[in-house]
């Protein structure tokens, strides 16, 4: 396994690869770890998660710095992602023992209650776009509940996947506990079969996803699936467009726009369109691609150069089928995987822009008449992971806000995921929730106990 500078496009260093054997027995020892590890009390699982997250916050800079050479986040945005793994760790340190305490039940019985109790090994397939978050907010909940995990992280990160191996081991979690399994895409199905395993939880592509499930399937272990999404991002006529413009922009552009909850369809009523954009190329203007490490820099590199050379086709055949280009347009010469900041207007159903995900610094308007199209237009994707709707009357964005079909919508803000409430999709962009008092609960027993 090997890990690429996206920015210098430049080897950084050479990973020895896991064989199957060698993660059958990681699982074996995960499994042993566990038998011991789901006998104990909340108190010592949050004091070790409260470790966990004090090392990270003291560990900050270097895990910043190694996750924007692997991937090449812009390192304000690092160092925001490492809090935010604290955070979760924290939240959950704090939460758990409410969260799965057991629920009485009035019954004919003397005593009746449902418990949450853990279930065994969970296994993680994770991506690169997020490499320390889309982790630490399935492990910091799984450990909580009395699981175990094992990770099989994106094949470009695997100096990020090694380093969250460390934070637990650093923080007195059991030995083997928690354990990064190298091993490439085509062993995963391997892994899954293994009888220790008890359930998976995949963020990533569509394909990744229905492959996954299909071998969980056949196996009869539950799945938690965070896939794509091409999130809306609704601007009715009352919409204060400065404000709106503004935050579009950091919606779009979060992570290089690598993110599944970015917002990429901006659907704006025609009333507002010159306005809109307008003062979108005039901030856009402004963006800063370069070395993600640099002060001032505002967008990096785009993680592979498979990403980048799709990104291109995708644009260039959205403006060849009579797509509007009003900035940008095209990759950026010279080494690394450089795409310039993008605006593409009079996007039309048939499009790529306006059916697929897009991964990277593009933002895809399209014109509608009135917000009963615009919500029409929301809707009309395989997608349903996240959105934002901008209106000044908060009665009626509520109102709308109940009729986008995604796992979350945001009147007047961006779209973010946060410990407190509950994350995830629905249509193609997965099924299960992770966060919040949801998500911990995904990977319990959830069990009847009746006393007669």
Request: aromatic fraction near 8%; include cysteine.
């Amino acid at each position: 396994m090997r890990s690429f500078n996206p920015t210098s496009g430049e080897l950084i260093k050479e990973y020895s690869d896991h064989t199957s054997e060698e993660a059958a027995t990681i699982i074996n020892q995960t499994q042993d770890s566990w038998h011991n590890w789901k006998l104990t009390g909340y108190q010592e699982r949050s004091e070790l998660m409260f470790t966990a997250a004090s090392l990270l916050r003291k560990d900050k800079e270097t895990l910043a710095h190694l996750m924007t050479q692997e991937m090449g986040k812009v390192i304000h945005e690092a160092h925001a992602e490492i809090e935010k793994c604290a955070w979760v760790c924290d939240y959950y340190a704090e939460n758990a023992e409410s969260f799965l305490a057991d629920e009485r039940v009035e019954t004919n019985a003397s005593n009746s209650f449902v418990s949450y109790t853990p279930i065994g090994i969970v296994l993680a397939v994770m991506p690169w776009n997020f490499p320390f978050w889309q982790v630490f907010r399935f492990a910091a909940p799984a450990l909580m509940a009395g699981n175990a995990a094992v990770l099989k992280h994106a094949s470009n990160v695997p100096g990020c996947a090694l380093a969250i191996e460390e934070i637990f081991n650093k923080a007195g979690f059991p030995a083997d506990l928690f354990r990064t399994l190298m091993i490439s895409s085509n062993q995963v199905e391997s892994v899954i079969e293994n009888p220790h395993i008890r359930a998976v939880t995949l963020t990533g592509s569509e394909a990744a996803g229905m492959q996954v499930a299909s071998i969980a399937g056949r196996s009869l272990k539950k799945t938690v699936l965070e896939l794509g999404g091409s999130d809306p991002y609704i601007v009715l006529a009352d919409a204060n467009i400065e404000k709106c413009v503004e935050t579009a922009v950091n919606a779009r552009m979060i992570n290089n726009g690598q993110s599944c909850i970015a917002a990429k369809r901006f659907i704006v009523v025609e009333s507002l369109l010159s306005k809109f954009e307008a003062e979108k190329v005039k901030i856009m203007s402004t963006l800063r691609p370069g070395d993600p490490l640099l002060p001032g820099i505002s967008v990096g590199p785009l993680a592979r150069g498979d990403l980048r050379d799709e990104l291109t086709s995708q644009v260039k055949t959205s403006l060849d089928a009579g797509a509007r280009l009003l900035l940008g347009g095209k990759s950026i010469p010279g080494p690394g995987f450089f795409y310039e900041p993008t605006i593409v207007s009079d996007v039309r159903p048939g499009m790529r822009l306006y059916h697929e995900e897009t991964f990277g610094p593009v933002s895809a308007i399209i014109p509608v008449k009135n917000e009963s199209e615009a919500i029409k237009v929301a809707n009309d994707s395989e997608f349903g992971l996240g959105g934002s709707l901008w209106t000044d009357d908060l009665a009626r964005g509520e109102i709308l806000a109940r009729q986008v079909e995604s796992g979350a919508v945001f009147v007047n803000g961006m779209t973010v995921s946060d410990p407190r409430l509950p994350f995830g999709g629905v249509k193609r962009s997965g099924y299960g929730r992770e966060l919040s008092h949801f998500g911990i609960r995904e990977f319990t027993n959830i069990k009847s106990i009746v006393i007669a």
